[in-house]
């Protein structure tokens, strides 16, 4: 489901902001994001995949790994629709 369009910083752009793409990120109590320490947990709401990570990295790893998924099955989702149209 895509929530309606949301404006950007700049006022021509609309963005759209699938829930498909919605992520929720809690830090420990020891993280430091100023210092760059980034310890905690992150959840993908649509598929309630979750995992902890102890770096940015680790995180990006997360939304890169869920991200192209959600693309893989929406491309096979799209593809299957056409199929059954056609």
């Keep these: 489901m895509t929530r309606g369009p949301v404006l950007s910083e700049d ?13 929720v990120i809690q830090f420990s109590s020891d993280a430091d994001p100023g210092q760059g320490r980034l310890v905690g947990r992150v959840e993908h709401v649509d598929s309630g995949q979750s995992t902890r990570f102890a770096s940015a990295g680790e995180m990006n790893e997360f939304f890169a790994r869920v991200l192209r998924e959600v693309e893989e099955l929406q491309t096979t989702d799209n593809s299957e629709n056409f199929a059954r149209s056609h």
Excluded: E, I, N, Q
């Design 11 to 23: 006022p021509g752009v609309v963005v759209a902001l699938p829930h498909a793409r919605v992520f």
